[in-house]
């Protein structure tokens, strides 16, 4: 077992391996902390009445470990109790109810880590450049965008003499 002083704070993954719920509790159960608050988002079957087959995730891998511990001194910041933070996100493919993303963390009392893990996942969608393919059963795919995405830029295009606006949600490739 490691002891407090040696242990790392702030533990920061991509894998392109399953991704370990039981590793992630390890890494920020403390004796110090009373609360463990966790986030596991897994790959649904489905979207808007399509059936999802897996997900692919490919990463600007060193912009996106450098996000995610920008993301991790945001919490710190804002919630001073957490006492430890893991995050974990798949890369490649992850098939259906396997996990692409694992956040645990962990404080005294259970409302720093609550809010604390529920910032995280938003933070993440929000500013690291990890992109979704999601593969249906057709062999179709569509890029996924998370509306939550503040890094990539939005423009407005002309077609037709009419403004549009670049899709929230997606770019569909099929044919």
Not at 84 to 105: C, D
Request: glycine letters at 2%; hydrophobic letters at 40%; charged letters at 30%.
């Amino acid at each position: 077992m490691v002891d407090a002083a040696s242990r790392q704070r702030d533990v920061v993954t991509l894998s392109h391996h399953k991704l370990s719920v039981e590793e992630a509790v390890a890494a920020v159960t403390a004796p110090c902390c009373g609360a463990v608050s966790l986030f596991i988002g897994v790959t649904r079957d489905s979207f808007e009445a399509r059936r999802v087959v897996r997900l692919e995730y490919e990463a600007y891998e060193s912009m996106a470990i450098t996000e995610m511990r920008k993301v991790c001194a945001a919490m710190r910041h804002q919630w001073p109790a957490v006492e430890y933070i893991a995050v974990a996100h798949r890369l490649g493919v992850v098939p259906v109810e396997e996990a692409s993303v694992v956040i645990a963390v962990s404080s005294p009392h259970r409302r720093d880590s609550l809010d604390a893990v529920s910032y995280c996942i938003d933070s993440l969608k929000a500013t690291v450049p990890i992109w979704k393919k999601e593969v249906y059963d057709t062999d179709e795919y569509s890029w996924r965008e998370n509306k939550e995405c503040t890094w990539a830029e939005k423009q407005e295009k002309h077609e037709c003499g009419t403004n549009v606006r670049d899709s929230e949600d997606a770019v569909d490739t099929s044919s």
